[in-house]
């Protein structure tokens, strides 16, 4: 009889394509067999009555990091992770940020000590780029060997926006690597139009952040960045879509070709703009960026979830508390564009996905794991994670479908002092979260140890069945002969 070291019995095993009841042998943190019947193995999971699917790859979240303003996130890898793992997920892809004057190699060497002794996930990072000079552009090739292939850049906020040269010199540079572009993309010259008029009027609580960045600032910069990344024909990665017209761009472009991908978040389908609307600084708590919107965008996103707009639900979890470490490090009573920007929420994508998504009809089970984890492997190059098949890593997440919560700040496990989830009921909720065969969470408590995830080295994003863009003016058949290297 072959050894397995720990095989999971019972359960219906869902993948990206299909539902079917198997059991899942174990071996040395891999995925070593899978069948109708597996025996032995020196654990026996019974899953009987749940759902057998691949741990989240949570995507998009700010862990240990600076903003460009100097706030520091309130989780750092262990609470982070330790959250992420309570929420269904067995691995991440936090952000590490180059603020402008630092090399490269400085960042790095930052976050590998940050994240090394503490996360109880797997990880790798997308490195945020706010200082594209030629000595930075000069040292990304040495990041991509080592397996970032991803990184960040901004069209807003004035110490990280890069302007749109420094966006083609980025997305050059990745196209020559393979490497894949994230854009936070707003106009910044609307926002900050925005912010005068409304400081000029006196309107600066918090709720005037909700109109203070128009969906049209979005819908622009995402055409904008879109036209930017067509031009050298790179690709480019949308992320936190707010509005049903940027989706809608992203639809027209991967339809027309355009190497885009693109995300949305929970917090745009399950909270709009009255939220901010409320009692004192209450409102400071649901302040992000892109803001949230109204009930008739939500139903649009949840549209273009359905039919295959966006390749991820991420959290975008932006940690910071509601008092002076966090929201209100300028002040407990300042302007609207004086509070930190970002809420949390990575415990509770999965859970928010599950239950208004499966649970109420909107997308199927194989949908729910396309979107939870294997398109964040497919496209950000986890070629080992994501599916549920031999040889891949044994990241694991073993769901109750039919387990009902109310959602509150106590189950969150992170560092945070709110969640702006607080009070929705959830259907659907993970048991047991594995990764590389070792149990993070079963039954509500935490069995991992403090830095036992170990950094994912990643491939370049796959970009197989697109066609990409060739513009006209680079392409020599068609510009007198003339050879432009994008």
């Known amino acids: 009889m072959t050894a397995y070291d720990t095989v999971i019995h019972g359960g219906r095993v869902v993948t990206a394509s299909e539902v079917f ?12 067999a899978l069948a109708e019947t597996i025996e032995g193995g020196e654990r026996r999971i019974d899953a009987t009555g749940r759902l057998v699917m691949p741990g989240g790859i949570e995507g998009h979240c700010h862990i240990a990091q600076e903003s460009s ?6 989780d750092d890898y262990y609470s982070g992770s330790v959250s992420a793992a309570f929420g269904g997920n067995s691995s991440f892809i936090p952000f590490a940020a180059q603020h402008r004057g630092q090399s490269i190699a400085e960042v790095i060497s930052t976050y590998d000590g940050r994240a090394a002794p503490h996360s109880v996930l797997d990880y790798s990072y997308h490195l945020i780029i706010s200082d594209p000079t030629a000595a930075v552009l000069a040292e990304l090739p040495g990041v991509f060997a080592r397996g970032i292939t991803s990184f960040k850049v901004f069209m807003t906020y004035d110490l990280m926006n890069i302007g749109d040269g420094g966006m083609l010199d980025i997305l050059t540079v990745a196209k020559a690597h393979g490497a894949l572009t994230m854009v936070h993309a707003e106009n910044n010259d609307m926002v900050k139009w925005m912010n005068r008029r409304l400081a000029a009027a006196g309107l600066t609580a918090p709720k005037y952040h909700a109109i203070s960045r128009p969906e049209l600032a979005e819908e622009e910069a995402i055409n904008r960045a879109v036209s930017l990344a067509k031009l050298v024909d790179a690709a480019l990665f949308i992320v936190h879509v707010s509005t049903a017209g940027g989706a809608e761009i992203v639809r027209r472009e991967k339809l027309a070709g355009a190497k885009l991908f693109a995300e949305t978040c929970p917090q745009y389908l399950a909270l709009t703009r009255a939220d901010l609307d409320r009692p004192g600084m209450d409102g400071a708590k649901y302040i992000c960026s892109p803001p949230l919107r109204d009930t008739k965008t939500q139903d649009a996103l949840w549209r273009h979830i359905q039919t295959g707009t966006f390749e991820s639900v991420s959290s975008d979890h932006a940690p910071y508390r509601a008092d002076a470490s966090g929201k209100f490090l300028n002040g407990s009573e300042v302007p609207y564009p004086k509070i930190a920007n970002g809420m949390p929420g990575i415990a509770m994508r999965l859970p928010y996905l599950f239950s208004e998504g499966v649970v109420k009809g909107r997308i199927t089970l194989p949908q729910f794991v396309q979107l939870s984890s294997a398109n964040a492997a497919r496209t950000f190059g986890l070629d080992k994670k994501g599916a549920i098949a031999p040889g891949y890593d044994a990241d694991i997440a073993i769901w109750n479908p039919a387990e009902t919560r109310i959602a509150t700040q106590a189950a969150q496990h992170d560092n945070m002092d709110y ?5 929705i009921e959830i259907t659907g909720w993970p048991d047991l979260v594995m990764n590389r065969g070792t149990i993070v969470v079963e039954k509500g408590e935490l069995k991992a140890e403090r830095g036992r995830g170990r950094f994912v080295a990643r491939k370049p994003v796959d970009l197989t069945g697109i066609p990409g863009h060739r513009a006209g003016e680079l392409d020599p058949a068609r510009n007198f002969g003339a050879e432009i290297a994008p």
């Open 21 to 32: 009841f198997a059991d899942i042998g174990i071996r040395d943190g891999r995925i070593a």
């Open 69 to 74: 303003s100097g706030v520091m996130t309130a």
């Open 419 to 423: 969640t702006p989830f607080e009070g």
